[in-house]
């Protein structure tokens, strides 16, 4: 029997100061309804989450 060597992937979390997303203020030239902003800002939260723990993983 050969031992499979189990591969233990553990995160290191390595905790950073967390940093204030940003909120890129793009000037619309009409403003949008309110629910279209809100998914905006939403996809750009979890857009900068995604590449926070790809950063993460690399380390």
Do not use: C, G, H, Y
Not at 28 to 50: G, L, N
């Amino acid at each position: 029997k050969k031992k499979k060597k189990k591969k233990k992937k553990k995160k290191k979390k390595k905790k950073k100061k967390k940093k204030k997303k940003k909120k890129k203020k793009k000037k619309k030239k009409k403003k949008k309804k309110k629910k279209e902003e809100e998914e905006d800002s939403v996809d750009s939260v979890v857009a900068a989450a995604m590449i926070m723990t790809r950063t993460i993983n690399d380390l």
